[in-house]
């Protein structure tokens, strides 16, 4: 198939699509849900192509991903095992990361509700402001500030309860 | 009063944090800092949390070979099928369930518990609205484009004349369509709605054999909101997940037009 032309709807849409892959991961809990969510939601973008009003694309698309994530998770009954993800070709995570640290990480977010890891994602990952999160939700920004706060308090609190083992490799 | 005597906020903090002060602001925070470790600590952990989580999905950010497709045509199998073969178990295990209920006294002698329709009524709404507002290509069975025969249909199966399908426009959502249910055992009807970006909210409409009129009610749970009310011999249950105050206005828009 032809890749379409960049200044089109759908080429524009393919180059957001790395983006728009890392943050749909960063929602999801796993490298397939992650993968559904970015296909159902280009999906769902095309199909409502006419109703873009031409101005920030990026943020429109994020807004509907974000809106079909909460809509899904509602599905998922909480404290579902983690899938344990097929090697599709894995985004290696860096280096440096001590493995254990990140799977805590990993576990503290998975505990967030869909509303504040949305927000939290939105800050950290993409970069958004406050007031442009408060606008995209569309929710006042009061709600964006105690979501995020939130989020990092539950974070910190489940970081610091793991705490209790702590594993030392041999010098 | 000049900028460094300003009282430091928690919304400083995590904007310090985000990396979205100016210079001027940064100067201010860090003074504070300086004479508060407290909050040194928090934003420390706030920093510490915000570089792990870039590190865990940073790799993410790459095109893979099968991007074009995407873009293209939609794939045999979309990942809303395979979750809806995930919602057609969950069906199943409830259908086990209801029998299990059914049968279950006469092998346990466990007492049942008699719930009356007002009762029942807003945990239908959710669990509706639970499983059909998170399908993507099966939402609804008739879809906005047959909104006539969507009315016809579903009044006469609930029996009643004049059904209207509430039109919701005014509040920016716009019917996606409507499905046929069981509501406390009869038939009953689902609508749909959605607004630009894709939020859904339910409506739903069951028969309701107590005949008994209440004024607006309202249940919560698990983040999703419920309005619901009983007028004569028909309830009405106002579903979504979003803020009390915009349900609401929908609950109240769809009780004007619903047919009294």
């Given amino acids: 198939m032809k890749p379409p032309a960049p200044e089109t709807f759908e080429g524009q849409i393919l180059a957001l699509l790395p983006s728009l892959r890392r943050y749909s991961r960063s929602l999801t809990r796993s490298d397939s849900d992650g993968e559904d969510l970015l296909q159902d939601c280009v999906e769902k973008v095309l199909a409502r192509r006419t109703q873009w009003r031409g101005l920030n694309l990026r943020g429109w698309v994020l807004t509907i991903m974000t809106n079909l994530y909460r809509n899904q998770r509602r599905t998922i009954v909480r404290g579902n095992l983690v899938d344990i993800d097929g090697a599709i070709d894995v985004a290696a995570p860096e280096e440096s990361t001590d493995p254990l640290e990140r799977s805590r990480l990993e576990d503290a977010l998975n505990g967030l509700s869909e509303d504040h890891r949305a927000v939290l994602m939105l800050v950290v990952i993409e970069g958004y402001t406050y007031q442009e999160v408060a606008d995209m939700l569309d929710i006042p920004l009061g709600t964006v500030m105690s979501r995020l706060s939130r989020a990092r308090q539950q974070l910190a609190e489940h970081m610091k309860s793991d705490n209790v083992i702590t594993l030392r490799r041999p010098k | ?260």
């Avoid at chain 2, 470790?37 to 790459?62: H, T």
């Fill in chain 2, 1 to 260: 009063m000049n900028a460094a005597d300003q009282p430091v906020t928690e919304a400083d903090l995590h904007a310090y944090t985000d990396g979205l002060l100016a210079d001027a602001d940064r100067s201010r925070i860090e003074a504070w800092l300086r004479d508060n470790p407290e909050d040194a600590a928090r934003i420390a952990e706030w920093q510490a949390q915000n570089a792990g989580i870039k590190a865990m999905f940073s790799g993410y950010e790459k095109s893979r070979p099968g991007d074009g497709d995407m873009i293209g045509k939609p794939p045999a199998l979309s990942p809303s099928l395979k979750r809806l073969a995930a919602v057609a178990a969950t069906v199943a295990i409830f259908a086990a369930g209801t029998l299990a209920g059914h049968y279950g006294p006469a092998l346990f002698e466990r007492p049942q518990l008699q719930l009356t329709a007002q009762e029942t009524f807003p945990k239908e709404a959710q669990n509706a609205f639970l499983i059909y507002a998170s399908e993507v290509r099966h939402p609804v069975e008739v879809f906005a484009n047959e909104e006539a025969h969507l009315a016809t249909w579903l009044g006469k199966r609930l029996a009643i004349s004049n059904l209207k399908v509430p039109d919701l426009t005014s509040l920016n959502y716009h019917l996606v369509g409507g499905r046929l249910l069981p509501v406390d055992g009869k038939p009953g009807a689902m609508f749909m709605y959605e607004n630009q970006t894709g939020e859904r909210l339910t409506v739903l409409v069951g028969r309701n054999t107590a005949n008994k009129t209440t004024s607006f009610r309202f249940a919560s749970a698990d983040n999703i909101e419920t309005f619901y009310w009983i007028d004569g011999e028909l309830g009405y249950a106002v579903t979504g997940e979003i803020s009390r105050e915009e349900l609401r206005k929908v609950a109240e828009e769809c009780y004007r037009q619903f047919p009294s």
